[in-house]
């Protein structure tokens, strides 16, 4: 009878020795070596993949919304522009607005006499002198000032002036009207018989804050009036220039 020969079971080496088993329920494959467990899951690289493409789209978004913003700031740059243009064209019709108000719609004038009611006399002097026409019949825009006889131009234009001066018999009569203290035109009447009267008219091109007055000559001259008015003082705007 022959004797059974038993051999020993090939046990594998744990060294360096891959062992796999499958597990039905999650799929993982297990590695086991020197004692130290790895797992490693099969959708491990799908899960990577999908991440990969979530990061792709992100970025892709991401460059929309810079490249829509980059748009947004162009739009506001142009409407800034815009709204500079506007607000200087605006300023620039304020202007031409002004202006022309003050062309058509600025109306200056103004009539005084030197007497009122009562007598009134103005030299001889030996210094002339300002002449006050304090009786104001009109005085639109209030250039013309009763205290101190002074007309001050409110604005840039052609203005004309007119007056008229009287003396008494025993004395010459006259004015000379200035313009920011310079003489222009003059009355002037020799003593004589009776009231003589003279008259004068001018059409003078006056800044705005230009000057204009009736002054006396320093000589043995004398104004005269009453209640009848002789002695007048007007003048008022023709036209903006």
Same mark, same amino acid.
């Given at each position: 009878?022959?004797?059974?020969i ?14 796999v ?7 993982q494959?297990?590695?086991? /070596? ?9 959708? #491990? ?13 992100? &970025?892709?978004?991401?460059a ?5 913003? &980059? ?15 506007? &607000? $200087? ?6 202007? &031409? ?41 009109f ?6 000032n $009763? ?22 018999? #025993?004395?010459?009569?006259? $004015?000379y ?14 003593k004589?018989?009776?009231? #003589?009267?003279?008259? /004068? $008219? ?18 043995? #001259?004398?104004l005269?009036?009453? /209640?009848?008015r ?9 036209f903006?220039l």
């Amino acid at each position: 009878m022959k004797q059974l020969i038993r051999y020993p079971r090939y046990q594998p080496r744990q060294s360096g020795l891959l062992c796999v088993s499958v597990s039905s329920s999650t799929q993982q494959v297990h590695r086991k /070596q020197t004692g130290i467990d790895k797992t490693v899951t099969p959708c #491990d690289n799908a899960n990577m993949c999908e991440s990969l493409s979530v990061g792709q789209v992100l &970025d892709t978004k991401l460059a929309e919304l810079e490249a829509a913003v &980059d748009f947004l700031k162009k739009q506001n740059a142009e409407l800034t522009s815009k709204q500079q243009i506007t &607000d $200087a064209q605006l300023t620039t019709l304020n202007k &031409d607005v002004e202006n022309l108000k003050r062309e058509v719609g600025q109306k200056v004038g103004f009539s005084a006499s030197l007497g009122d009611d009562g007598l009134v006399r103005i030299g001889p002097t030996c210094e002339e002198q300002t002449v006050v026409f304090k009786n104001v019949f009109f005085n639109n825009g209030n250039a013309y000032n $009763a205290c101190t006889g002074i007309f001050t131009a409110p604005c840039k234009g052609a203005f004309q002036f007119i007056f008229k001066t009287i003396g008494l018999c #025993d004395y010459n009569s006259g $004015a000379y009207l200035a313009k920011n203290g310079e003489r222009q035109v003059s009355t002037w009447r020799p003593k004589g018989s009776g009231r #003589d009267t003279a008259t /004068q $008219a001018v059409i003078l091109p006056l800044d705005a804050g230009d000057t204009v007055n009736l002054v006396t000559w320093a000589s043995n #001259d004398q104004l005269f009036d009453n /209640q009848y008015r002789y002695s007048t003082f007007s003048g008022f705007l023709l036209f903006s220039l």
